[in-house]
């Protein structure tokens, strides 16, 4: 059975229900669309604020409405003053549950990527100058919600929302509602934050890739007996020691290494062919595991995707670029 404060929220989304959403073209969801703000530092001003009874504004309206009629069926003036009140005390609290909202800054300040099926992070700063807000709900559309209170000044908070397929994920409509100071009453705001999280495919392990290169050619590494030494390079980290000119080092100081015509790869890929008895979606996840296998291990590794090419490298940004690159790889149907 359905709580008191669930019927009252359903009631108080009547019209976020109703209404035709943005898609539908007609001028009344092109006007709510419009209200709503898309940008990353959002003030809520009457502008975008909508405000209705809760369930237990409705049953206090029909109380007063009942005093009413009681009163003056029995002209008893004592009823009559406290009817009064009543629709003051509400009239008032209209007041004070806008001004809840009226002036907030909401900032968007990060989103952390995640794995498929994980909880998505945003975390959002609120602030407040001149007076407090009391009992401030967030949420995405359709996700838990979080509540805070703040004096004034500033205050952090961090949205989660469910994730279920890789791709760039997109959490959509940012709710922020209060029903101070009575629950008589709740104001809210749908505000469209330009959020993008990276969903990273979830690690699946597989048969290991073969560790032979692809593309251009990597190191140059000195075969044995190879053929006549043909000039100098830069020492580069993860070069053998015995391709080190050491004299050179000795006389000049600087680490060079010896050039040989015969060469070759020696780089570790991550190549989309390793593995083509997989779907899309499976290969996506074995690269993903391989990533994270050899990035623990400290290795340079390479990806190569149809159509992409990342050249090898290491350490936590290349990790990244990997993963982003996985993540936002087009699905087998054509969408991320």
Known sequence: MPSF??????????????LPTAGDGTFLSRWMARRRPKSRNVTLTHKNIFIFPTLAGWFY??????????ATNYQNNLIHAVVYFLLALGILTIHYTFLNLSGLQIRFIKAHACYAGELAETAFQ????????????????????????????????TLYSQTQHRGIYRPGLLCVSTVYPF??????SWLEPPVEIYVYPQPLKGRAPTAGGVGEEGPEIPQ??????TGYALYQPGAPLSQIDWKQYARRGELLLKQYPEHQDKRLWLNWQDWPELGVE???????YWALQWHRAGLEYGLSLPGQQLEP?????HLQQVLERLASFPAAGGAV
């Open 313 to 317: 490298g290491s350490g936590p940004l």
């Open 224 to 229: 044995q007996g190879g053929a006549d030494f």
């Open 183 to 188: 629950g008589l009453l709740r104001a809210w």
């Open 5 to 18: 404060a669930d019927c009252s929220l359903k009631l108080m989304s009547w019209a976020e229900v109703m």
């Open 282 to 288: 499976q290969r996506l996840s074995v690269i993903c």
């Open 126 to 157: 609120l602030v407040r100058n001149g007076r407090p807000a009391d009992t401030i709900q967030l949420n995405w559309r359709g996700h838990q919600s979080s509540v805070v209170s703040l004096e004034q000044g500033e205050t952090s908070v």
């Open 61 to 70: 309206l029909l109380l007063c409405v009942l005093l009413f009629l009681i």
